[in-house]
């Protein structure tokens, strides 16, 4: 859905997971690189800000802390923030597919369903407007609603409720 989204917005997608790949590849420690990583995704984020330009940042932030700093960044460079969700109401779809995924990024270890658990512990509720994309829904819809919410902002009850099809 990042990638769906910078396309849109015609702009660059700062993922997480990369840039912690990245340093992980350097030497630094798991927790230490994340937290690197987040920082430094936030710093990118707030260059292309600066020179009037959008960014995408793709990240589970399972702390709230990490979305409201991103939305006081888009505020104080006077841009909007859109907070998208991603989900996936079927637990059994979820594990299939992340089963079957294998290494995503060079340096980064496939996700397995124990690192999912493990973030769903400690995933704090969004507080606020925001999109939520359920993966167990048909993925044209999601796409559909993802490119209505960055366009015009509007979330509506397609985009919070997919339909089953």
Known sequence: MAR?????LQCPVFGKDDVHATLLRSGLSY???GWMAHHLITMLAQNQLQAGQSA???????HQKMRDDWAHLAEREGAVFRGVECVCSDPDLHRARLTGRGETIPG???????????????YEPWAGEHLVLDGAQPLELARKALRAYL???????????LPSQ
């Not at 995408?56 to 399972?62: G, H």
């Not at 980064?108 to 400690?122: G, L, N, P």
């Not at 509007?154 to 919070?160: D, E, F, K, V, Y």
């Open 31 to 33: 927790e230490r690189a």
């Open 4 to 8: 769906v989204a910078g396309g849109v």
């Open 56 to 62: 995408i940042l793709d990240s589970v932030t399972a």
């Open 151 to 161: 366009r015009n902002g509007s979330i509506g009850p397609p985009a919070q409720a």
């Open 108 to 122: 980064w270890r496939a996700i397995q369903w124990e690192d999912v658990a493990e973030v769903a512990s400690r």
